[in-house]
């Protein structure tokens, strides 16, 4: 049924595991809309009480393909937000079952953001956490301007988004981005048992406690996506956004103008 994913049940936890591991796990259109669909399926399977996301190979998910972005009969910046990005991180909050997130590799970009918005986030010792939108001119998305903020502070989240760093996956648990570091062998195994032991508690009871969150940590996150997705319009409307791309897929550095 699923082409970019790889989804299988466990008892009450449903796996969902990005899949396309020749790009690590970079999102286009149909690997987005897969994903919300097997969320809804999620949500509306009474047999499901838990939700395990994850990445194939040795990636979680490297962001946005930017093939897609840049191709001219793709979505555009535009729906690729209002119909990818948005839609995807407002389920993951929205779901009434916990979602526990499987950091095994690499996260970047859209695929960072997405993986802040889990309720559980566990990380292989490997993996890195890279706001990496700055370098080929964009905003960061999918939340991350108002996620990473709340998680991490406003000094580290500024400077990660500006700078791009890449953040190990202990640094990301010091400040407080993650659960906890998991060594990479163990991390399937470990993610599993966390996702069984919520699909054993009282479901609406987590689902009652996941909107009290949302309502503190994730409050006025709708608004948010929204003012990053006309930012990133504007942002993908300039020069440096061409230059980033360009110098991307020829792997040199980019000349940005500042315009």
Same mark, same amino acid.
């Given at each position: 049924?699923?082409? !970019?994913?790889a989804v299988a049940l466990h008892g009450s936890v449903v796996r969902i595991?990005?899949?396309?591991?020749?790009?690590?796990?970079?999102?286009?259109?149909?690997?987005?809309?897969?994903?919300?669909?097997?969320?809804?399926?999620?949500?509306?399977?009474?047999?499901?009480?838990?939700?395990?996301?994850?990445?194939?190979g040795r990636a979680f998910c490297s962001g946005q393909d930017l093939a897609e972005a840049v191709d001219p009969n793709?979505?555009?910046?535009?729906?690729?937000?209002?119909?990818?990005?948005?839609?995807?991180?407002?389920?993951?909050?929205?779901?009434r079952k916990p979602v526990v997130v499987a950091v095994n590799g690499v996260a970047a970009g859209a695929g960072a953001n997405l993986a802040l918005a889990g309720d559980i986030v566990l990380a292989a010792q490997s993996a890195k956490f890279i706001q990496a939108f700055s370098k080929i001119g964009l905003i960061p998305d999918t939340g991350g301007t108002l996620t990473l903020p709340r998680l991490a502070g406003f000094a580290k989240a500024s400077a990660w988004m500006m700078l791009a760093d890449a953040v190990s996956a202990e640094e990301a648990e010091r400040h407080g981005?993650? !659960?906890?570091?998991?060594?990479?062998?163990?991390?399937?195994?470990e993610a599993m048992a966390v996702a069984q032991k919520l699909a054993a508690m009282p479901t609406e009871a987590l689902a009652l406690t996941k909107e009290a969150l949302n309502a503190t940590v994730f409050h006025g996150f709708d608004e948010q996506l929204e003012l990053e997705r006309r930012l990133q319009n504007l942002a993908g409307a300039t020069h440096d956004f061409s230059e980033g791309v360009a110098a991307f897929r020829e792997k040199r550095q980019p000349e940005f103008r500042g315009q």
């Amino acid at each position: 049924m699923y082409k !970019y994913l790889a989804v299988a049940l466990h008892g009450s936890v449903v796996r969902i595991a990005l899949n396309r591991p020749e790009v690590f796990n970079a999102f286009h259109r149909d690997m987005a809309l897969e994903l919300q669909h097997a969320l809804r399926e999620a949500g509306a399977d009474a047999n499901v009480r838990a939700v395990l996301l994850t990445g194939e190979g040795r990636a979680f998910c490297s962001g946005q393909d930017l093939a897609e972005a840049v191709d001219p009969n793709g979505p555009g910046l535009d729906r690729i937000l209002r119909e990818h990005y948005n839609p995807l991180v407002l389920q993951l909050r929205a779901l009434r079952k916990p979602v526990v997130v499987a950091v095994n590799g690499v996260a970047a970009g859209a695929g960072a953001n997405l993986a802040l918005a889990g309720d559980i986030v566990l990380a292989a010792q490997s993996a890195k956490f890279i706001q990496a939108f700055s370098k080929i001119g964009l905003i960061p998305d999918t939340g991350g301007t108002l996620t990473l903020p709340r998680l991490a502070g406003f000094a580290k989240a500024s400077a990660w988004m500006m700078l791009a760093d890449a953040v190990s996956a202990e640094e990301a648990e010091r400040h407080g981005m993650v !659960y906890r570091v998991v060594a990479d062998e163990a991390l399937a195994d470990e993610a599993m048992a966390v996702a069984q032991k919520l699909a054993a508690m009282p479901t609406e009871a987590l689902a009652l406690t996941k909107e009290a969150l949302n309502a503190t940590v994730f409050h006025g996150f709708d608004e948010q996506l929204e003012l990053e997705r006309r930012l990133q319009n504007l942002a993908g409307a300039t020069h440096d956004f061409s230059e980033g791309v360009a110098a991307f897929r020829e792997k040199r550095q980019p000349e940005f103008r500042g315009q």
